[in-house]
């Protein structure tokens, strides 16, 4: 499981009071390396849950063919939560809730239609990284082939962004990026449809059958 590091240094340093002759300072330097092997385990399984709330969300309210719930409702927006194994065993919560997050949704969810039919097509993929890809623009005529460029290039910014807000409204440090792409990676590989192309984590490409 991946980890990260959080300060636990005022916990230690209120346990350093004077006792046994030893200096209120000895106590404080014996308690610093508390301060540096203590570590929070990061939500790996929360922010999976998460991810994959949201993207279901996207792809199945259109195969069902009815409307998402309202930017404003929490359903697919739980806050998801583990027992991390630090010192301090505390609960960690992943979120995905806020005005940005929900915004950026609908911008997605407003070019969902599209990016389905290319994947459908062979057309499409999803990468490691959390990223739409033009895998075979050969399918193309020319003014198509323009369109999906753009509609990529959209779909990309958008998803930078949520990667962004995620990392934001988590407190994470900017070193967890890649923890929260790979995350949204799987999320989205696993509710694309057949003939999409993917991407494994090795980086070999193939078409979901």
Same mark, same amino acid.
């Given at each position: 499981?991946?980890?990260? *590091?959080?300060?636990? !240094?005022?916990? &230690?340093?209120?346990? &350093?009071?004077?006792?046994? =002759? ?5 106590? @404080?330097? &014996? %308690?610093? $390396? @508390? !301060? ?6 990061? $939500? ?9 709330? *949201?993207? /279901?969300?996207?792809?199945? %309210? ?5 409307? @998402? $719930? ?28 806020? +005005?940005?997050?929900? =915004? ?13 039919? *290319? ?5 499409? =993929?999803?990468? =490691? ?7 075979? $623009? ?8 323009? /369109? ?14 949520? *990667? ?13 990026? /890649? ?10 590989? %696993?509710?694309?449809? +057949? ?15």
């Amino acid at each position: 499981m991946m980890k990260f *590091y959080r300060s636990t !240094c005022s916990l &230690a340093l209120l346990l &350093a009071v004077p006792s046994g =002759g030893l200096t209120l300072g000895a106590l @404080a330097l &014996a %308690a610093l $390396p @508390a !301060c540096v092997t203590v570590n929070v385990n990061f $939500p790996e399984s929360a922010a999976q849950k998460a991810t994959d709330d *949201y993207v /279901r969300d996207l792809y199945r %309210a259109k195969e069902r063919g009815k409307s @998402a $719930p309202a930017a404003g409702d929490t359903t697919f927006f739980q806050n998801f939560s583990l027992i991390s194994n630090a010192l301090a065993a505390d609960e960690e919560n992943f979120k995905l809730d806020s +005005s940005k997050s929900s =915004g950026i949704k609908e911008k997605l969810r407003s070019r969902i239609d599209e990016v389905i039919t *290319y994947k459908r097509m062979g057309v499409l =993929g999803e990468n =490691g990284d959390g990223k739409l890809v033009l895998k075979d $623009p050969s399918k193309l005529k020319t003014l198509q082939k323009q /369109r999906v460029e753009t509609l990529v290039k959209q779909e990309n910014v958008d998803r930078d962004d949520l *990667y962004q807000e995620v990392l934001k409204i988590n407190k994470l440090p900017d070193t967890r990026m /890649r923890n929260i792409e790979q995350s949204f990676a799987r999320s989205f590989q %696993a509710e694309s449809p +057949s003939g999409t192309w993917l991407q494994t984590s090795e980086g070999q490409w193939s078409q979901k059958p």
